[in-house]
């Protein structure tokens, strides 16, 4: 198993992933797993999972968590992640990990994520061929050969079923997603996104 995985497993077998319910508009907080991208292309990870099995404790969990990401840290030769604030309320657990990099956030969780400008993306292999919604216009789309003359326009690329929110206001979005307010966007499934933003 390799150590994402192995990392990954480990959490989720604690936090007992089950079906999770959407993500709110207006900056609220996510009712569902998603990241938000800070200016400086930090992750924040608010991972919100249904926490039904009485025989594990807060407390416990906590704990594994911290003993997991520390020794990620030690494996990554720095620290690449830390821990925030958790909670647990009405059978709901909520976890906060910040991720210093995409490529640190990659090694640990099961989604994938990259930060960067569109060109950035072409490079590593991402399929262009997709179309994308105008946010803010109503059946307004783009598609490949608009995105291949945008090259420094700045994009989230995620895989999973996730809530994305950006450090500054959605331009374009994927199909297969829902604008949620100006910044944020959620995957109505899973599958691969692009976000493209100021």
């Known amino acids: 198993m390799s150590g994402k995985m192995k990392h990954w497993v480990l959490a989720v077998m604690l936090v007992c992933m089950m079906g999770l319910a959407g993500c709110e508009s207006e900056q609220a907080e996510f009712t569902k797993s998603g990241i938000e991208v800070l200016g400086d292309d930090t992750i924040n ?29 030690t494996e990554m030769g720095g620290t690449v992640v830390t821990v925030g604030d ?6 709901v657990i909520r976890l906060n990990l910040t991720f210093q990099t995409f ?9 994938e994520v990259f930060i960067g400008n569109l060109q950035g993306a072409y490079d590593r292999g991402y399929n262009f061929e997709r179309t994308l919604n105008t946010a803010g216009k109503d059946g307004q789309t783009i598609a490949r050969e608009d995105l291949m003359n945008m ?37 109505d499934t899973e599958g691969n996104y692009f976000i493209i933003y100021k």
Request: aromatic letters at 12%.
């Open 45 to 73: 990870a608010v991972i919100v999972e249904n926490f039904t099995a009485d025989y594990y404790q807060m407390e416990e969990l906590t704990q594994f968590v911290a003993e997991d990401v520390a020794n990620y840290n």
């Open 86 to 91: 958790s909670s647990m309320e009405n059978g």
């Open 103 to 111: 490529d640190a956030y990659n090694g640990y969780m099961p989604e």
């Open 151 to 187: 090259g420094n326009s700045k994009v989230i690329v995620v895989t999973g079923d996730l809530c994305v929110r950006c450090p500054s206001k959605i331009l374009y979005y994927s199909t297969g997603m829902t604008l949620l307010d100006s910044n944020t966007v959620s995957a």
